[in-house]
């Protein structure tokens, strides 16, 4: 039994009761391994979540001007599967990071460069040509790679300069345009001379696609697989995060819409590299929603 002490007044009124030390000892004694069994429960759980990928940012010399590069690695494993993300017109790596996630919990390693060039697709495909070499040989703290385990992936602008570097390297595993536009026909160009196997996601028409563009690219490619439009997405949901004025621009955005893309275009990498290496196809893990 617990044993309480009572104390009296000096008119001998019994007053709230007080425990005894013994009492007192036993109660902090649970309470403690409550504590403790809690924080466990709390540690297991943490630990059976999957570690969020590693992001680091280098420097590399591309053009012949010095850009940061985004490096999201695997957490889990190691991986010999690469992407390069090149963003759109008057943007930074920084549209990238919500795709470099992803592609990282996927399984793939995803570098995401600041491009050197505005408005010169050829300037920024010879960056990305750059970058390609620099993976075959080892850089960035990667195994060398052969350019079939590379793909590339642009959004808008950026899907014109690594479509143009696509033309120019042989042997990638493929070339992922994310709604892209083609304001001079320099695009259409390039696709026709493309040896390297393309997927195009394309959205809703608007002026900032050039009225969806992407589709003349998509016909020109002789190596196209296959492009699929995303009804309802904007040309804002290629890129992540985005801002105010891109929705003001060129429609609205929406985080569901957004996640929808990016889990289009890790599909369409892993069936890239599905067909480059035949035979390997590991498990695919999606990302968290």
Known sequence: MTSVLYTLDSVGAAHVPC???????????????????????????????????????????????????????PSERETQRVAILAHGFWRNRSRQRDLGRDLAAAGIVALAPDLPSVVDYWSNADAVIELVREIERGAFGLAPLPRSRIVLIGTSAGAVATLIAASKLRGLAGWIGLDPVDRSGIARHAAARLDTPAIVLLGDASICNLFRSGRAIAEAAPTLIRADRIRGASHCDFEGPTERFCRNACGGSSPEMAARVRDETVDAAQELYDRAVPGEAPERRRAAP
Do not use: C, K, N
């Not at 570690?51 to 940012?57: E, L, Q, Y």
């Open 19 to 73: 425990w005894s030390f013994e009492s007192l000892t036993l109660h902090m004694s649970v309470a403690r391994v409550a504590v403790v069994v809690a924080w466990l429960l709390h540690a297991a759980i943490a630990l059976a979540q999957p570690a969020p990928p590693a992001v680091t940012t280098e420097r590399a010399e591309m053009s012949g001007i010095t850009s940061s590069v985004d490096i999201y690695r």
